[in-house]
T-cell receptor
Framework: AQTVTQSQPEMSVQEAETVTLSCTYD???????LFWYKQPPSRQMILVIR??????QNATENRFSVNFQKAAKSFSLKISDSQLGDTAMYFC??????????FGTGTRLQVTL | DAGVTQSPTHLIKTRGQQVTLRCSPK?????VSWYQQALGQGPQFIFQ???????QRGNFPDRFSGHQFPNYSSELNVNALLLGDSALYLC???????????????FGSGTQLSVL
């Protein structure tokens, strides 16, 4: 069974600064996807960034980038130039051979002035 | 283009009652998955429907059942409600991948169920 662990329940960062959210996972599968989702107070899960396990290059989406360490089973999210609108819950998630997502417990990110 | 829509947004029930939640997938999608998100937790996979059949199921009791209609919309039914069923129920839609890994799920805003 796959597991996803987020060890930081809460994080805080000042506006315009950089913050990194941590995620580790465990799987025996070789082909899979990893995701970071954002859940604002509206409750909708919004995809921030995705990474295909077979790609060595780290994914980047504007101010969001990941550090994917396959051997270490680590998948951290870096948010650069943090904005007030980035305040939300962030979930790391995994999908393997089955088309279901396994989520971590989330990190609550607060961006302050 | 409407995204994934869920109804109702909020619901209050008492223990032992039954509840039905509804989901309309994003236009062009034929597969619907349901997730339960308890307070302070990440979502947990309940089941997935495609071609009106349950294709995959997570670790949930038989009290949780579903249905998919010919127009791809879906219902989640929970019988004999328990206090522990209080949660946000999220629906996600996608295009069928034969049950294999799917990188493109779109989520609705959920139904908040409170069981008293």
């Amino acid at each position: 069974a796959q597991t996803v662990t987020q060890s930081q329940p809460e994080m805080s960062v000042q506006e315009a600064e950089t913050v990194t959210l941590s995620c580790t996972y465990d799987t025996s599968e070789s082909n899979y996807y990893l995701f970071w989702y954002k859940q604002p107070p509206s409750r909708q899960m919004i995809l921030v960034i995705r990474q295909e396990a077979y790609k060595q290059q780290n994914a980047t989406e504007n101010r969001f980038s990941v550090n994917f360490q396959k051997a270490a089973k680590s998948f951290s999210l870096k948010i650069s130039d943090s904005q007030l609108g980035d305040t939300a819950m962030y979930f790391c998630a995994f999908t393997g051979t089955a088309s279901k997502l396994t989520f971590g417990t989330g990190t609550r990110l607060q961006v302050t002035l | 283009d409407a995204g994934v829509t869920q109804s109702p947004t909020h619901l209050i029930k008492t223990r032992g009652q039954q509840v039905t939640l509804r989901c309309s997938p994003k236009s062009g999608h034929d597969t619907v998955s349901w997730y339960q998100q308890a307070l302070g937790q990440g979502p947990q996979f309940i089941f997935q429907y495609y071609e009106e059949e349950e294709r995959q199921r997570g670790n949930f009791p038989d009290r949780f059942s579903g249905h998919q209609f010919p127009n791809y919309s879906s219902e989640l039914n929970v019988n004999a409600l328990l206090l522990g069923d209080s949660a946000l129920y999220l629906c996600a839609s996608s295009s069928w991948t034969g049950g294999a890994s799917n990188e493109k799920l779109f989520f609705g805003s959920g139904t908040q169920l409170s069981v008293l």
